[in-house]
């Protein structure tokens, strides 16, 4: 089994910063890629930014040049620096991992939320 979770997540103005992370445990050997998803109400779930292993990153259109995801393979841990945020960021961001576990089996993990809120 593999356990992802969040934290970093809170209120914050609109143009301000949040750091969230996500710390994978478990049976893990290797991890491929490790993402943020974020779910707004009413709205379908979207991918917002994911990493590999290799270090390269994508990003969705509307968080360019102001997300930045990063990874700490050492410690199975991802992170999401939030700048200049807007109230359409306002969602539960999920981080998702995907890899190899120490059964030789895949791995499809998703953490348990953090809200995430913009608001004067």
């Known amino acids: 089994q593999v356990q992802l979770v969040e934290s970093g997540g809170g209120l914050v103005q609109p143009g301000g910063s949040l750091r969230l992370s996500c710390a994978a445990s478990g049976s893990i050997f290797s991890i491929k890629a490790m993402g943020w998803y974020r779910q707004a109400p009413g709205k379908q779930r979207e991918s917002v930014a994911v990493?590999?292993?290799?270090?390269?990153?994508n990003y969705t259109d509307s968080v360019k040049g102001r997300f930045t995801i990063s990874r700490d393979n050492a410690k199975n841990t991802v992170f999401l620096q939030m700048n200049s945020l807007k109230p359409e960021d306002t969602a539960v961001y999920y981080c998702n991992g995907h890899g190899i576990t120490t059964r030789g089996t895949e791995f499809h993990s998703w953490g348990q939320g953090t809200q995430v809120t913009v608001s004067s």
């Open positions: 990493i590999i292993s290799g270090g390269g990153a």
